[in-house]
C-alpha cells in the first residue's frame, strides 16, 4: 500500500512529533512513523522518568531535615520504596505517552509503527514484523533521535554495567554503584541513588564536575554530592573494570580500588538514523549526525532534519525548537536557527540552570565582560526554605551593556532561567531587566539584584 502525504515525519521524539502537530494545525497532510514508544527518549528514558526520581529524592533529602522546619519526625529516618517509586514512574510515563497518542490523534495525524527505512525518492520503508509499506512523501523530516553513548574499551553488558536506559529500567536498587562520567547525566543519578542509599562513587577524566558550567556552580555541586556520601574522583581514569563474584572490581589511576554491584556509563549520547547507505553519504557528517544549514535544510532537497539528529545542544526543548522551525521552512517561511539562547538545567539540589556565555566562556572568547552576582543566603524566600545554597551570576558586555549569558543555581533555578533566556535572545541590556517589580518575597528577586550589581547597585548586598 502506498499513501502519499505532503510532510512525513520519522521520529516520535520531542522534535518529530511537535513538529507532526505543527504541520497538522497548519494545513499539511501529515504521517508520523515512530518505531518504538511516543515521546522518544526525554519522555520514556530520559527527562521525564530521571526527573520522577529527582522529585522524589528531593523530598526525602527535605524529610529528613525536616528538623531545620521545627518539625520532628519521632526519630524514624524516611527511606525510599524503589518498589513503588519504579510503578509511580512508570505512570508518569505511560499518561503522557498516552496524552501525545491522543493528541496525534486528535489532530488528524496518520501514525505508522515500525521501523523506517530512508529509501530516497519521495519514498519512506515501514517495517512493523511481516507488514511492510510503502509511504510517500512531499516533504520528510528526519527527527530519529540518539542514544547513549559508550566509552572505549568498556563493555555495556546491559547486565552489571549499565547505560542510562538501563538504569531506569532497574526494579531493584544496587547496593553500590560506580558512575563513569561526571556531566549532567552522571551527576543527577550521583544525587538520586545515593539519596536512595546506595553508595556512589564517581569518575570524571576532567577536572571538575559539570565541565561545561560555571566553576562556581561546580564547586556547589561538588561540596553537595560530598555532603551526600558520593565518592568523587575528577580528573581520574578508569584502570581496570573487571566482573567478579558478586559485582564490579574497579581500579582507578589515582591508586584507588573498590568493588560495586553495578555501574553507570554516563558518557554523553551519538545519533541514530537508519537510511541507505548513499543518503548517509550525502547527509552525514564524520560524527554521524545529519548536515543542516541555518533553515534545517540537509544536501538533499525537501529532507530536513531536527532535534538530536543534528548534533549540538541535545535537549528537548531545543528538539521541540527544531521541530516548528523545520516545519515552517517546509512551508515557505523563511525561519533561521538560533541557538544563542537555549537554556540548560541541571535537575540536582540545588537546581544548576544556565543560558548563554558563562564569565569563564566569555573570556576565553577575548570578550571585555562585567559580571553582577548575588548570592541567595541574602534572599528572605530562600532562607524561609531554608534553600540559602546557590548564586545568581549575570554575564554583560561591558562595551553595550547587553546581557550574553548567566547562570542560576538555587532551588528553584529551572523556573527562574526564563527570564535571563528572555533577556540573552532579545539582546537586552542590564538596565531594561533591573527596574522590573520582582513578586516579594521569591527567589527570584535575586535575578534583578545581579543585574543591579552589574553596576554595584545591588540593594541587599554589602560593598560594590
Known amino acids: ?39 522518544g527518549t526525554c519522555l520514556n528514558r530520559g527527562c521525564i522518568p530521571t526527573k520522577t526520581y529527582c522529585a522524589s529524592a528531593e523530598l ?40 501525545i497518542r491522543q493528541l496525534i490523534k486528535g489532530n488528524k495525524i496518520e501514525l505508522f509503527e515500525g521501523e523506517a527505512l530512508i529509501d530516497g525518492n519521495g519514498k519512506v520503508i515501514v517495517e512493523c514484523g511481516d507488514f511492510r509499506s510503502v509511504v510517500e512523501y512531499r516533504k520528510l523530516l528526519l527527527a530519529t533521535g540518539s542514544m547513549p553513548a559508550g566509552i572505549r574499551g568498556i563493555d555495556i553488558d546491559h547486565r ?19 558512575i563513569i562520567g561526571g556531566g549532567v547525566i552522571g551527576v543527577e543519578f550521583a544525587m538520586i ?9 564517581l569518575v570524571e577524566i576532567l577536572k571538575r564536575l559539570l565541565s561545561t558550567e560555571d566553576s562556581m556552580a561546580s564547586r556547589i555541586i561538588t561540596n553537595r554530592l560530598k555532603n551526600l556520601g558520593v565518592d568523587i574522583n575528577v580528573d581520574t581514569k578508569i584502570e581496570e573494570l573487571k566482573a567478579i563474584e558478586g559485582g564490579l572490581k574497579v581500579e582507578l589511576n589515582n591508586k584507588k ?4 554491584e553495578k555501574a553507570l556509563v554516563a558518557a554523553g549520547r551519538i545519533p541514530v538514523l537508519n537510511a541507505r547507505d548513499d543518503i548517509k553519504s550525502h547527509i552525514l557528517n ?25 548534533g549540538g545542544m541535545m535537549l528537548a526543548h531545543k528538539a521541540h525548537y527544531d521541530g516548528e522551525i523545520a516545519i515552517s521552512n517546509m512551508l515557505g517561511e523563511n525561519r533561521e536557527v538560533d541557538y544563542s539562547a537555549v537554556p540548560a538545567v541541571v535537575y540536582t539540589q ?40 546557590g548564586f545568581v551570576k549575570i554575564v554583560s ?15 528553584s533555578a529551572s523556573e527562574m532561567i526564563t527570564t535571563i533566556t528572555m533577556a540573552v535572545r532579545e539582546g537586552l541590556e542590564f538596565e531594561d531587566i533591573e527596574d522590573l517589580i520582582w513578586p516579594h518575597p521569591t527567589i527570584s528577586e535575586s535575578i534583578g539584584e545581579a543585574m543591579r550589581d552589574i553596576k554595584g547597585m545591588a540593594i541587599h548586598k554589602v560593598g560594590i
Do not use: W
Request: hydrophobic share 45%; proline share 3%; aromatic share 6%.
Open 397 to 411: 558586555e561591558k562595551s553595550s551593556g547587553k546581557i550574553i549569558g548567566g547562570t542560576v543555581v538555587c532551588e
Open 193 to 201: 541513588m545515593s539519596a536512595f542509599g546506595v553508595r556512589v562513587y
Open 350 to 389: 540545588p537546581e544548576v540552570a544556565s543560558v548563554g556565555l558563562s564569565e569563564e566562556k566569555a573570556k576565553e572568547m577575548g570578550m571585555d565582560v562585567k559580571v553582577g552576582r548575588f548570592f541567595v543566603a541574602s534572599n528572605g524566600m530562600a532562607m524561609a526554605r531554608n534553600a540559602t545554597e
Open 286 to 310: 564524520d560524527r554521524g549526525f545529519i548536515k543542516v544549514d541555518s533553515h534545517l535544510r540537509t544536501a538533499i532537497p525537501d529532507i530536513y532534519a531536527a532535534g538530536d539528529i543534528v
Open 257 to 260: 580500588s573498590f568493588v560495586v
Open 160 to 178: 552489571l554495567i549499565l547505560d542510562s536506559t538501563d538504569i531506569l529500567s532497574l526494579k531493584n536498587l544496587p547496593s553500590s554503584l560506580l
Open 1 to 39: 500500500m502506498v499513501t502519499q502525504y505532503d510532510i512525513v515525519v520519522v521520529g516520535g521524539g520531542p522534535a518529530g512529533y511537535t513538529a507532526a502537530i505543527y504541520a497538522a494545525k497548519k494545513g499539511s497532510k501529515v504521517a508520523l512513523i515512530e518505531k518504538d514508544r511516543l515521546g
Open 60 to 99: 526525602l533529602m527535605k524529610m529528613r531535615g525536616a528538623e531545620a522546619f521545627a518539625i520532628k519526625g519521632g526519630g524514624v529516618r524516611p527511606e525510599i520504596d524503589f518498589s513503588a517509586l519504579y510503578e509511580r514512574k512508570e505512570g508518569v510515563v505511560n499518561k503522557q505517552v498516552e496524552g
